[in-house]
């Protein structure tokens, strides 16, 4: 213990361990810098003939099917679409998670509370027009446009109902300065268009 002691106080042996660390910072900070600087270049030499293969499948309205399980929205307090583009009230979804199309206030594909430009007050009334077949060309005119700059938010997406969930949610196309919805009354958009602007 004392010849530790004795040899931490010479100045050489400081010196060693200041030199050692000093170059374990500089070559894993250059590292560091070559890990992103590769990175970047990766994302910049993409092919811009290159399409991202999207993986979606569209229903194309063929609600006849049989389907075992379904999946929906989820979050809704009072009312769930799912993913055949029934709307229903919670208590009104089957232990397999399809809507109960024999329900009273179950509808499929309904736009009740929708603009014209896409834009909806309500999240499970987006979700449930954005599944209509006829909204196929817009999205798919949206997934190549998007295939530039969202590559990575929207490869994840499987299919049809999946994009509608995503698009539906609120995005930074519908508000201003961060922090207010430009139309707090239409502010789940599965259209091209962002809300119009309300004047405050």
Not at 74 to 103: F, M, P, S, W
Not at 108 to 127: P, R
Not at 145 to 163: I, P
Request: glycine share 4%; with cysteine; charged share 20%.
């Amino acid at each position: 213990m004392m010849v530790l002691r004795r040899l931490l106080r010479k100045r050489w042996v400081l010196g060693v361990v200041f030199g050692l660390s000093l170059i374990y910072f500089i070559t894993s900070t250059f590292k560091q810098e070559e890990r992103t600087v590769r990175d970047r270049t990766l994302l910049e030499v993409r092919d811009s003939d290159h399409h991202i293969p999207w993986k979606v499948r569209f229903n194309l309205g063929n609600s006849s099917r049989q389907i075992n399980q379904c999946r929906n929205s989820i979050q809704g307090k009072t009312l769930l679409t799912d993913e055949l583009g029934y709307v229903c009230d919670r208590n009104d979804l089957l232990v397999n998670g399809c809507c109960n199309v024999n329900a009273l206030n179950t509808r499929q594909y309904i736009c009740k509370s929708c603009l014209t430009n896409g834009c909806c007050n309500i999240y499970e009334y987006c979700v449930s027009c954005c599944l209509q077949p006829d909204k196929q060309p817009l999205l798919e005119r949206f997934l190549n446009r998007a295939a530039e700059g969202f590559s990575n938010l929207f490869t994840a997406v499987e299919d049809h109902f999946e994009l509608c969930l995503a698009k539906c949610r609120t995005s930074s196309q519908s508000v201003q300065h961060e922090n207010t919805y430009r139309n707090p009354q239409a502010k789940y958009c599965y259209g091209e268009s962002p809300p119009e602007l309300l004047p405050i």
